[in-house]
């Protein structure tokens, strides 16, 4: 199975910050990798599919890079609706998503 | 516009069973594989199983295999999981996720609002 490890756990930041989630995974899996928001009592929703495309809808202010065993997502300046857990999906075999990042003030 | 709609859940007791159900609307169901991901009170996401548009083929997480069955009606847009021998640690709610294949990749487009699935006695 391919582990996926996401970093960190939790951060704070402030409304206009810049903030980076790393993802893991255990071997390559070339650009497999998915990117969600989830905010409390909600269903997730792709922010960021095949490690860097930008899913229809979603601001430009998201942005993924990586390939291989390491990826990142980036938010280039933190909005309020912002404040959310974040997670990293595998695609490369079946399913994995890592632990989740969570945005918090 | 795409709407997914899960039920069925509820509280059970351990090594009982439960069948959820997930209503689909707005796209052609039978072309698009679907899938199962749960989420433990307080925890994070994780896959529990998916199915191919046709129905043909089915895919398990480990900690489900031999105890959880996926299945489809495309005659009525609806997709199952028959769990049985549930445990404690299967307590999450439950959604259901349209699955899509872009640039080879294979992302969840579109999830429904989920459904609690409690195992207490």
């Known amino acids: 199975d391919i582990q996926m490890t996401q970093s960190p756990s939790s951060l704070s930041a402030s409304v206009g910050d810049r903030v980076t989630i790393t993802c893991r995974t255990s071997q390559s899996i070339s650009s497999y990798l998915n990117w969600y928001q989830q905010k409390p009592g909600k269903a997730p929703k792709v922010l960021i599919y095949a490690a860097s495309s930008l899913q229809n809808g979603v601001p430009s202010r998201f942005s993924g890079s990586g390939s291989g065993t390491d990826f990142t997502l980036t938010i280039s300046s933190l909005q309020p609706e912002d404040f959310a857990t974040y997670y990293c999906?595998?695609?490369?075999?079946?399913?994995?998503f890592g632990q989740g990042t969570k945005v918090e003030i | 516009e795409v709407q997914l709609l899960e039920s069925g859940g509820g509280l059970v007791q351990p090594g009982g069973s439960l069948r959820l159900s997930c209503a689909a609307s707005?796209?052609?169901?039978?072309?698009?594989?679907m899938s199962w991901v749960r989420q433990a009170p307080g925890k994070g996401l994780e896959w529990v199983s998916a199915i191919s548009g046709s129905g043909a083929g089915t895919y398990y997480a480990d900690s489900v295999r031999g105890r959880f069955t996926i299945s489809r009606d495309n005659s009525k847009n609806t997709l199952f999981l028959q769990m049985n021998s549930l445990r404690t640690e299967d307590t999450a709610v439950y959604y259901c996720?349209?699955?899509?294949?872009?640039?080879?990749?294979?992302?969840?487009?579109?999830w429904g609002q989920g459904t609690l699935v409690t195992v207490s006695s």
């Open positions: 996720a349209k699955l899509v294949v872009v640039a080879a990749t294979r992302h969840f487009q579109h």
């Open positions: 707005g796209f052609t169901f039978s072309s698009y594989a």
């Open positions: 999906q595998q695609s490369y075999s079946i399913w994995t």
